[in-house]
């Protein structure tokens, strides 16, 4: 798949989910309600994560606490008074995370987390779309 905006080119969807502010709220009813297969990350209790092989037609869906949201973003577990809280998260695989992340900035948009590599090994560029949709731009080794 191509975008119209040369440089931009999105892949696939890396990832979505919603952003829960009480973890075991959302655990109760994506998993107890609706049988989706979640579990923790290793290593990360709270990020409940529904691998790609045991939930088909997503790479990874997974209920990503506010705090760690906050973490990744601002660097603080607390998400600031001066962006909407979002409700949901969505990810999208790019070919070239430096272009997309460029053609962000050049079209005015106030990017959170510009091209940054995480401890778990994904490169990111996040925002809030116009809905408060925490949108990231990803390059995600492991999903290629």
Same mark, same amino acid.
């Given at each position: 798949m191509t975008t119209s905006i040369p440089g931009l080119d999105v892949l696939f969807i890396a990832g979505f989910g919603p952003i829960p502010q009480r973890v075991s709220d959302s655990q109760d009813f994506y998993q107890q309600t609706l049988g *989706? #297969? +979640?579990k923790p990350m290793e290593g990360n209790s709270d990020? +409940? @994560?529904a691998d790609h092989d045991a939930l088909t037609g997503a790479k990874h869906f997974a *209920?990503? #606490?506010l705090d760690q949201a906050a973490a990744s973003c601002f660097g603080t577990s607390v998400w600031p008074d001066t962006h909407p809280v979002p409700q949901g998260w969505i990810e999208f695989e790019v070919d070239d995370l430096t272009s997309a992340t460029d053609i962000l900035m050049k079209k005015g948009y106030q990017l959170l987390v510009a091209n940054r590599l995480e401890p778990w090994g994904q490169s990111v560029?996040? $925002?809030l779309g116009p809905e408060g *949709? $925490? @949108?990231g731009l990803t390059v995600t080794?492991? *999903?290629r």
């Amino acid at each position: 798949m191509t975008t119209s905006i040369p440089g931009l080119d999105v892949l696939f969807i890396a990832g979505f989910g919603p952003i829960p502010q009480r973890v075991s709220d959302s655990q109760d009813f994506y998993q107890q309600t609706l049988g *989706l #297969p +979640l579990k923790p990350m290793e290593g990360n209790s709270d990020y +409940l @994560v529904a691998d790609h092989d045991a939930l088909t037609g997503a790479k990874h869906f997974a *209920l990503w #606490p506010l705090d760690q949201a906050a973490a990744s973003c601002f660097g603080t577990s607390v998400w600031p008074d001066t962006h909407p809280v979002p409700q949901g998260w969505i990810e999208f695989e790019v070919d070239d995370l430096t272009s997309a992340t460029d053609i962000l900035m050049k079209k005015g948009y106030q990017l959170l987390v510009a091209n940054r590599l995480e401890p778990w090994g994904q490169s990111v560029t996040r $925002l809030l779309g116009p809905e408060g *949709l $925490l @949108v990231g731009l990803t390059v995600t080794p492991w *999903l290629r």
